[in-house]
Structure formats: C-alpha cells, structure tokens
C-alpha cells in the first residue's frame, strides 16, 4: 500500500504558475500508474493529468498546452507544473496512484489528502 502527501498548492494571481508534488511512500513507487485530479467547490472530482508506470501522458483538454504531469521513480515523486492558470483551475488537486493487481484481480487505488490551489487577483 502507498502513502501520497501533495505539496505545493496556493494562491496565485490568473496567468501566474505553480508546481505541485505528489510524494509516495510504503511501496514500489515505479509500478503505478499515477494522476492528478481536481474538484472544485459543488463540482465532481475530474482528471486532470495522468502518467503512466511506463511513462506515457494524457491531459483534459482545458489544461492541454498549459498542464506538464512528471515523475521521478528513484525519487518517488509526481510532479504538476501548471501554468498561465486560469480562475477556473480553483481547486482542490488530489493525488492518485493506482495499479492492477493480478493476484486480486482488480485494480487498486490510492489517494493523497489533497491541496488547496486557488487562482484569482
């Protein structure tokens, strides 16, 4: 089982960036395929970025071109850098890994408690 703590979160004026962290513990870092999510007030939680174990990415549209999602297995750690932020990036963004267990047969997940990123002037 993984441990997720975020870091990074605040507020910030419209156009300005920030770089969240998501740091694991308690299991092999490099077998999980790990995302970002946000939710803001009155809203479902959504996807924002994902990486996989292998490394690929994906983005929703509204973050596309503005969003990078990384990670650095020897450091166990995801990264968010999120830039030209907009007011409607408020949120709370929370951190997911997840993995297939074969012996289980299903998938597990994981979260983090969250972070808080406001965007306004």
């Known amino acids: 089982q993984v441990q997720l703590v975020e870091s990074g979160g605040g507020l910030v004026q419209p156009g300005g960036s920030l770089r969240l962290s998501c740091a694991a513990s308690?299991?092999?870092?490099?077998?999980?395929?790990v995302g970002w999510y946000r939710q803001a007030p009155g809203k479902q939680r959504e996807l924002v970025a994902v990486i996989t174990r292998g490394g690929r990415t994906d983005y929703a549209d509204s973050v596309k071109g503005r969003f990078t999602i990384s990670r650095d297995n020897a450091q166990n750690t995801v990264s968010l850098q999120m830039n030209s932020l907009r007011p409607e990036d408020t949120a709370v963004y929370y951190c997911?890994?997840?993995?297939?267990?074969?012996?289980?047969?299903?998938?597990?997940?994981?979260w983090g408690q969250g972070t808080q990123v406001t965007v306004s002037s």
């Open positions: 997911n890994a997840a993995y297939f267990d074969p012996i289980a047969n299903l998938r597990r997940s994981f």
């Open positions: 308690g299991s092999i870092f490099s077998i999980y395929d």
